[in-house]
Every structure is written in structure tokens, then in C-alpha cells.
């Protein structure tokens, strides 16, 4: 779980109240000193490994491939003029920050 401001009110607040916690306030305060305490600091993401990367080949072949047949069929429905290159238009599917939580002295992140 990253514990930057963003995810505080979500990820902190939720688990406080799973576990009981009805008054817990998690402060700037707070999360530098939990953080102090366990060793955890931001660090610059050198690598990410997504899911779609730990599937086995063969069936990414295939699925791309299946993919392409369909795009092809939808396309000749369409007409190429009504669709657009999402690699080219700036669309992310995930919002990623660059950054992440670990512990101090790890090497990777």
C-alpha cells in the first residue's frame, strides 16, 4: 500500500475504522512519524513488471492476435476514418506517479 497524501484518507482512514478506530485522524504529522519508524521513503520506480508481462507467451501471441482480427473486422464496419491511435492521443489507462514506497536502503523499487 503507498502511503503518500493521496492514498491517506482512503487506504488509512478505511483500514482505521475496519479495525475499530473511529476517532483516528492520520496527520501530515502522523505519516512522517509512521514512516520514520518503519524506514519507508519514496523512491523513483526504476522497473515496473505489470501482470500482463508474467503471462506466458504463447497466449499473449494469440491474444494479440485475436485482437487484431477484430479490430480488423470492426474497422472495415466503421471505416478507418472513425478510429483513432490511442499510442498517439495521450489517453492513459492508469495514472502512474513515478514514484512509490519502500524501504530505506532497498536498491529497486
Known amino acids: 500500500m503507498g502511503l503518500g497524501y493521496s492514498h491517506r484518507p482512503r487506504s488509512l482512514f478505511q483500514a482505521a475504522r475496519d479495525i475499530g478506530l473511529s476517532d483516528f485522524h492520520a496527520s501530515g504529522s502522523w505519516l512522517k512519524n509512521f514512516k520514520d519508524a518503519h524506514s519507508i521513503v519514496s523512491r523513483k520506480i526504476n522497473k515496473v513488471v505489470t501482470a500482463k508481462q508474467l503471462r506466458d507467451d504463447d497466449a499473449l501471441i494469440k ?5 487484431v482480427a477484430e479490430i480488423r473486422e470492426e474497422m472495415a464496419t466503421i471505416g478507418p476514418e472513425n478510429v483513432l491511435n490511442s499510442d498517439q492521443s495521450g489517453f492513459n489507462l492508469e495514472m502512474r506517479s513515478g514514484r512509490t514506497q519502500t524501504y530505506r536502503g532497498k536498491k529497486r523499487a
Do not use: I, Q
Open 63 to 67: 491474444s494479440a492476435d485475436d485482437f
